[in-house]
């Protein structure tokens, strides 16, 4: 074995899990055999049966301290940062020690710190999915930890952006590279609107706009409740998604008086996912105007062909607009989402006549069938 996947959160509901299957099954049928190292055994295997790979259970006893519930409860606390280094600590030793290094390993999520130290002890090379800038007041000493790991030309960072790739450039250099999400590798075959409502309890003929992710800072749901106060078409909002921070959307529309409304504190269970986007008429993106980031959710909608009314704010405003999958309005904005609020209810009613949304373009580009050899070219350079 050439090349070992370090994937800690086997058995969570979210994206991690899912996401380690689908590059499984990219990888399978390009034909790339590997090893994966977790915290647990996984609770299913990839789509393709050419993928499954040889499993590495590596930190069983964490069980208790690894549910959904724990992670919720504790999530960026230092019991949760605990946790989380001494799952990636356990898997990326024993991933270590049982391929004795001479392997590429592929970080589905690390912890910075314990993988710039293991990048300068030993001898193999790395690969990590990295999702945000980086820290911001960084310590000098910091700083220079990750100008060591880089320039020993053994660890190259993976962004879905090119914002964040451009932010990493300064310490990464070329070891920091852009590979945009893909979309779910199984085609998704649709569960009739109706029967999802009905599956879900959810209201038979309203306009329902889902808010679908953790429910965390710097996601502007008070514009959001209040453009649907103001519409005319009062839409249903579905929150659906752990709370990770005071700002919690079934209380501030609670507060603000309006009750058209649903809310899931948790993480989805997976396999109930494709559910509450086939009950959905559309996805809610309302985030703050300095938001610059990307969102997996831009791609599940797309998947699950549903269009997004997002902040027409950096990632964001560029993703819809190339890809044509939804509608855009101002940051902060009430009166502007109100509008695209009685727009997607008017083309509701019209039975989606002419709609000025499409998913076929991103489901080009953000397939795995184009994106596997992108990571195919990172793991062969790394060996």
Same mark, same amino acid.
């Given at each position: ?38 915290? !647990? ?51 990326? *030793? ?26 300068? !002890? ?24 990750? !100008? ?23 310490? #990464? ?45 710097? *996601? ?8 649907? *106060? ?74 699950? #062909? ?78």
């Amino acid at each position: 074995m050439q090349l070992a996947i370090i994937s800690p959160y086997t058995h969570l509901n979210g994206h991690y899990w899912p996401y380690t299957c689908d590059l499984l099954s990219a990888l399978g049928a390009a034909g790339e055999k590997c090893e994966v190292f977790t915290a !647990r055994p996984p609770r299913y295997q990839p789509a393709v049966s050419g993928a499954v790979p040889e499993w590495h259970s590596c930190c069983p006893w964490t069980r208790l301290l690894l549910r959904d519930s724990y992670r919720a409860r504790n999530w960026g606390n230092r019991a949760d940062t605990l946790v989380r280094n001494l799952e990636f600590h356990f898997c990326l *030793k024993k991933c270590l020690q049982h391929t004795g290094g001479k392997i590429h390993i592929h970080c589905i999520e690390s912890r910075h710190r314990i993988l710039l130290q293991e990048v300068c !002890r030993t001898t193999a090379t790395f690969s990590s999915l990295c999702v945000g800038d980086p820290p911001p007041g960084m310590a000098k000493e910091r700083e220079d930890g990750y !100008r060591r790991a880089f320039d020993t030309g053994r660890l190259t960072f993976i962004v879905e952006t090119e914002s964040v790739r451009a932010a990493w450039e300064h310490l #990464a250099g070329e070891h920091v590279v852009h590979i945009p999400a893909a979309l779910p590798w199984v085609a998704h075959v649709p569960t009739p609107q109706q029967e999802a409502r009905q599956f879900l309890g959810l209201p038979a003929d309203a306009t329902i706009c889902l808010f679908f992710g953790t429910h965390r800072e710097g *996601k502007d749901y008070l514009t959001a409740i209040e453009a649907a *106060k103001a519409s005319v078409s009062k839409p249903f909002l579905l929150f659906v998604g752990p709370l990770i921070s005071v700002n919690d959307p079934a209380a501030l529309a609670a507060a603000a008086g309006y009750g058209k409304f649903a809310s899931w504190d948790g993480y989805f269970p997976d396999d109930k996912v494709p559910h509450v986007f086939d009950a959905a008429d559309a996805v809610i993106l309302p985030y703050a105007e300095n938001y610059t980031k990307g969102s997996a959710v831009l791609l599940q909608a797309a998947h699950f #062909a549903k269009p997004v009314i997002a902040t027409a704010s950096g990632h964001l405003r560029d993703f819809v607009t190339e890809n044509q999958t939804g509608l855009l309005y101002e940051p902060g904005s009430v009166t502007g989402l109100a509008k695209r609020y009685d727009e997607l209810t008017s083309w509701k009613a019209a039975g989606d006549a002419d709609v000025p949304w499409r998913f076929d373009l991103t489901r080009a580009r953000y397939s795995w069938a184009t994106l596997t050899e992108s990571y195919l070219r990172i793991f062969e350079r790394n060996r």
